[in-house]
Structures are given as structure tokens and as C-alpha cells.
């Protein structure tokens, strides 16, 4: 569990793991109620070494690497993994260099001929006001004049959808949770919180619009996601720019690198290198840092970490579900298995991180009481959200604006959700989370009655993607340190052919489900003026079908109101990929 990051290099680790003694005051260390202490443990073990910060530095031979390696796979048709290369030699380039100019100025080549001439102008002006290289300067006003006649010319007529403009809003919210909508409750009978329907919910209905406390961007390298998503708001834009002080952050607007900084990345650019494809560090590390940026002082983190330290404190709805209070962050509740394997590993990492923060000076008190102070209160923070709170699945839509196609994006995003990520976990969930960027929407999947507790799936649904149980108990263990015996986990394929066998539609179901859809085809909701109809037309059958979920008809309409609700997501999110299989006008 928790694998060491890269940059490592068991360089750090072998002072601690090669020494038996040591090994043995961590260990007991870990046995102790606070559990910042085996950290604490290790940093002072570590005190005389020298550690190099694993942090890679802008380098402007391997931003022209980068840059190659795009200038063939653009040769080859490889449109996509083309725009990462670049966007990896902008990221690696020295600001203002001749790299980052000539990286810019590529992609400006690669975008005109995808016909994005809003995006090339963009990328051209950026090269130009840096001051563009002499042996280029002519090609780059050739091409400028080119994106601009063009851009005039082109008259396509952009869809508008108003139905769709306005899906994902709440009409009303909850008084104390203000991401929810009132339509929901919460009940404080239990020794956690319940989060129940206040009224009958109907199937489709929007409850929650929650941005992710902090995401981290897919860690999958060769899928380039973190060269192709912003770092602080996971849009997939084609005029992303590099973070002036790390390799590792792109952005899409000045408004989201500020934002970056101001609530994590200041403090997280200087260990870069350590959460580089790494979200079950970057989570954890980026919250904790926001945290502490939350709060006034030192002093006020010392206090939140001690109130919530490993035991379970009475908290307040607000303190426990609404984002602007930063104990929401350290009030989850999950069946949690005290994983002692992942304690170690975390301690160790965490130790370094540590480390490596206090040797960029930017983050601790300089004094030395103040100072030891608060790196045992964010030890304590670190090490309560890595083993208490897991971060939850993204799936970002993504779509080719060429020829509209909608998709999911293969490669998940990270995010941390005070609200949507404490809700009660069921294999057959009532709801179902739709990711517009870094902000998650709740949907109702299933007619919920007033009173009834909001439930969600912590892995996939089970229409959603064929999954052994040996896949899904894996996933729950690693994201959710929990099994589950539902019947959804535990169906043998011969339970499922049974199953499939006893769900079968009444004869009323079986006529009200023909007349539903009796003169139209559930596909053409994407048609600006069919879409509100369609919609509300599938969600009508997916009530109907309620009592029949494992049936051949519940199963295509779930697919078609996935499908529906993700040309929502798409025309919300706006995030736009090249896609390889379309020949480029040269
Ligand atoms: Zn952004
Ligand atoms: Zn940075
Ligand atoms: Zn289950």
C-alpha cells in the first residue's frame, strides 16, 4: 500500500530502513494515540543528513526534447499526444526562453490546422509579446494572418442549448450546507450525520454542486494528463501555460494560477517533483496546505489538529459538510481498517515531505518553538487525511469539437469532497456524481423517498463497466480500506443469469415503458430543442423500471440516461481533446 514516489530514489529511505534501531523506535512510535509522533520520530532521526529536494528544475535541453518528440508524433498523426509534448516542453522550458517561445509557436502550428484559430491567435500573440525569435518571426505573421482570415470566414453557428445552459444549477440550497440543495436533509439521530431526501426526489433531479476541495489531475504519465488539464481547475484547454517556478503545473487562466497559489501550490511548487503522478500524495499534501492557509495563524491549525486527532469529536452539520469551514476536511466517518503497512509507508513519505518543505523555508514559522509546533500539527493533518480520507473518482467528459463526440475521458481525475464524499456507500446507489471539472454534481439515479438516506458508489456502477469481484474489492480496499458483500460484489455469473431471470417487467410496466418512447428514439437528445423532453422522458422510464434494475430494459435506458447526462457534462465543461483519427488540412 502507498508506494514510495520516484524521486526517491531509496536514496532517503535507506538511512532509516537499513537501521534496525531505527526501524524499531518508528514502530513504536506508531503505537502511540497521536499519530504525528512516528513522524516527528523520523524527522529528528534524519536531523544531520543531507537530503537533495527532489525537485526537478526547468531545463531548457529538455523542453527541446520535448518539443521533438512532438514535431514526430505530429508527423506520425499523433495529434494528441503531440499537444502534450508541447505543453511538456512549455512546462520544462525557463520562462521567456527561446524553448518556451518555439514551444508556443508549435502548438500555434498544430491548432490552425485543427481549425482552432481562437486558440492558435492566443498561442501566437503569447509567442509574440515575449518577443519572437527573429528566424520564425515571418512564418508566425504568415500564420497569424492566416488564423484570422479564417477565423472571419468561419461561420459556424454555435448550438446554443438552453436547456443545457441551465441543467446543473440548484434552485434552492440547504441553509447550513450550501453546495446541496434544500431538497435534501440532514438527520443528526445517529453517531454520524445521515444525509436523507427531505421531500419525494424524483429521478434526475440535481442535489448537490460541490467543487472539490482540492483535486489532483489523472497520474497516469503516458496518458499526459497532467499536460493536458489545468492543475487547479482540471479543464482540458488548448491554451494551457506553464507555472513560472515547477515542471509540474499547467494552467488555463490567470484567474486559476492565482487561485493555485493562494491556496496550495505556493508551498506545493517547491516539492514538485515529490507529487509529480502521485494523487494519493498530492491530495493530501494540497489539503493540508489549504488548511492551513484557512486558518489566521499557527496557532489556529495547532488547535484544529489537536481537536480532531484521531479520536471522534462531536461537530456541527457545518463543520462537518460545508467546504469554507476547514474542518469539514478532518470530519469523515468511513468504515475505516486500520491499515498498519500503510502507516509506516505514509510516515515515511510524509517525514520527507516535511523535510524537504522546511528546506525551502516558505512554509513553517523560522522560530524554533513555533516552528516544531506546527510541523507536528501538519503531520498530524497529513497523516489523518492519507489514512482517513480517501479521495473520489473523476471522470471528466471530454469532446472533439470536429465532429461532436462525446466521450468519458479514460483517465480518472482526483478530487476531495467534504460533502458528496461522505455519503453513505451502497453497490446499488440512489445517486450518481457527475464531474463538470473540479466540480462535482449529484444526481438522483433512483426515485428517493422523503426520509430516505442518499447513497453512492464508491467504485463503479455495475452497469457501468463490467468489473470481477476480485476488480472491485480491490478498488474499494485501496481508495475506501473497506470490502463489501452486497449482491452486486458477490454475484457469481451464474447469480447474474438468475438474477437477470427473476427481473422481469410486469405486463403494465412492459406497456407504459412502450408508450414512454412511442414516437422518438431516447438518442436524439443532443438536438437543442429535444433535449429537456428526452430527458425528462428517460428518467420517467428509469422510475418506472425501478423494481427491475438487473433487467435487459432497465440496462439500456440506464445507458441512455448516462449517455444524456454526459452531453450535459460535455456542454457544461467545455473540455476539448485533438482526436487522432481525423486527417489534418495541411
Ligand atoms: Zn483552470
Ligand atoms: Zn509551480
Ligand atoms: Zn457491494
Known amino acids: 500500500m502507498l508506494p514510495f514516489p520516484d524521486c526517491f530514489e531509496n536514496v532517503m529511505f535507506s538511512d532509516i530502513l537499513e537501521n534496525d534501531l531505527y526501524i524499531k523506535e518508528v514502530y513504536q512510535a506508531m503505537g502511540s494515540d497521536d499519530l504525528s509522533e512516528p513522524i516527528i520520530v523520523i524527522i529528528n532521526l534524519m536531523k544531520n543528513g543531507i537530503y537533495p529536494t527532489p525537485f526537478k528544475n526547468k531545463n531548457e535541453d529538455l523542453s527541446n526534447e520535448y518539443r521533438n518528440e512532438g514535431n514526430s508524433a505530429y508527423k506520425n498523426k499523433k495529434y494528441q499526444k503531440a499537444l502534450i509534448c508541447y505543453n511538456k516542453a512549455l512546462a520544462y522550458a525557463p520562462n521567456m526562453s527561446r524553448a518556451m517561445k518555439l514551444a508556443y509557436s508549435n502548438r ?5 490546422n485543427f481549425r482552432h484559430y481562437k486558440a492558435c491567435l492566443n498561442d501566437i500573440s503569447t509567442c509574440m509579446t515575449m518577443g519572437c525569435p527573429d528566424d520564425i518571426l515571418e512564418k508566425l505573421m504568415k500564420r497569424r494572418e492566416t488564423a484570422q482570415r479564417a477565423l472571419w470566414l468561419e461561420n459556424i453557428q454555435k ?10 444549477k440548484i434552485p434552492k440550497r440547504h441553509p447550513d450546507v450550501p453546495c446541496a440543495s434544500s431538497q435534501i436533509d440532514i438527520t443528526m439521530d445517529s453517531k454520524f450525520p445521515k444525509i436523507v431526501a427531505k421531500t419525494d426526489i424524483k429521478v434526475g433531479t440535481v442535489l448537490a454542486l460541490e467543487k472539490a476541495f482540492v483535486v489532483s489531475p489523472c497520474p497516469f504519465d503516458d496518458a499526459g494528463s497532467n499536460y493536458t488539464t489545468c492543475s487547479y481547475c482540471l479543464k482540458m484547454s488548448l491554451n494551457l501555460f506553464p507555472c513560472e517556478g515547477c515542471t509540474l503545473a499547467l494552467f488555463c487562466s490567470k484567474q486559476c494560477n492565482e487561485l493555485c497559489l493562494k491556496e496550495y501550490h505556493n508551498t506545493e511548487c517547491h516539492v514538485a517533483g515529490f507529487v509529480k503522478n502521485r494523487p494519493d500524495i498530492q491530495i493530501p499534501l494540497r489539503a493540508a496546505i489549504k488548511v492551513r492557509n484557512m486558518c489566521k495563524s499557527w496557532d489556529e491549525l495547532v488547535a484544529l489538529s489537536n481537536r480532531y486527532n484521531s479520536k471522534k469529536v462531536k461537530s456541527s452539520i457545518n463543520e462537518i459538510f460545508n467546504s469554507n469551514n476547514p474542518s469539514s476536511l478532518l470530519t469523515f466517518n468511513y468504515d475505516v481498517n486500520f491499515l498498519h503497512g500503510m502507516l509506516f509507508n505514509a510516515t515515511l513519505i510524509w517525514s520527507f515531505c516535511i523535510i524537504i518543505i522546511n528546506n525551502s523555508e516558505c512554509f513553517f514559522p523560522q522560530s524554533g518553538d513555533d516552528k516544531a ?6 503531520a498530524r493533518i497529513l497523516i489523518y487525511l492519507t489514512i482517513f480520507s480517501p479521495p473520489t473518482y473523476m471522470i471528466l467528459p471530454e469532446s472533439d469539437t470536429f465532429d461532436e463526440i462525446t466521450k468519458f475521458s479514460k483517465h480518472p481525475s482526483f478530487g476531495l469532497f467534504p460533502f458528496i464524499g461522505k455519503l453513505k456507500h451502497s453497490c446499488i446507489p440512489n445517486t450518481r456524481a457527475a464531474a463538470l471539472n473540479n466540480t462535482m454534481a449529484l444526481v438522483a439515479l ?5 426520509g430516505t438516506e442518499l447513497t453512492i458508489t464508491p467504485v463503479f456502477h ?4 463490467p468489473q470481477t469481484k476480485q476488480d472491485r474489492q480491490n478498488r474499494m480496499l485501496w481508495f475506501y480500506r473497506t470490502v463489501c458483500s452486497c449482491v452486486v460484489c458477490e454475484a457469481s455469473p451464474h447469480d447474474w443469469a438468475l438474477m437477470r431471470q427473476n427481473s422481469q417487467l410486469s405486463v403494465t410496466q412492459r406497456r407504459k415503458h412502450k408508450m414512454i418512447f412511442s414516437n422518438e428514439s431516447p438518442e436524439n437528445f443532443f438536438e437543442p430543442n429535444k433535449t429537456a423532453g428526452i430527458y425528462k422522458k428517460i428518467c420517467e422510464c428509469l ?6 434494475p438487473f433487467s435487459k430494459e432497465y440496462a439500456d435506458m440506464y445507458r441512455y440516461f448516462r449517455k444524456c447526462l454526459l452531453y450535459l457534462q460535455d456542454y457544461k465543461s467545455q473540455n476539448i481533446v485533438l482526436d487522432d483519427s481525423i486527417d489534418v488540412y495541411m
Open 108 to 112: 500555434s502550428a498544430l491548432l490552425i
Open 373 to 378: 509546533k506546527a510541523i507536528r500539527a501538519f
Open 543 to 548: 422510475e418506472l423500471l425501478n423494481d427491475v
Open 159 to 168: 448550438k446554443y442549448n438552453s436547456y443545457a445552459e441551465d441543467f446543473f
Open 446 to 450: 433512483q426515485p428517493i423517498k422523503a
Open 462 to 465: 455495475w452497469l457501468d463497466c
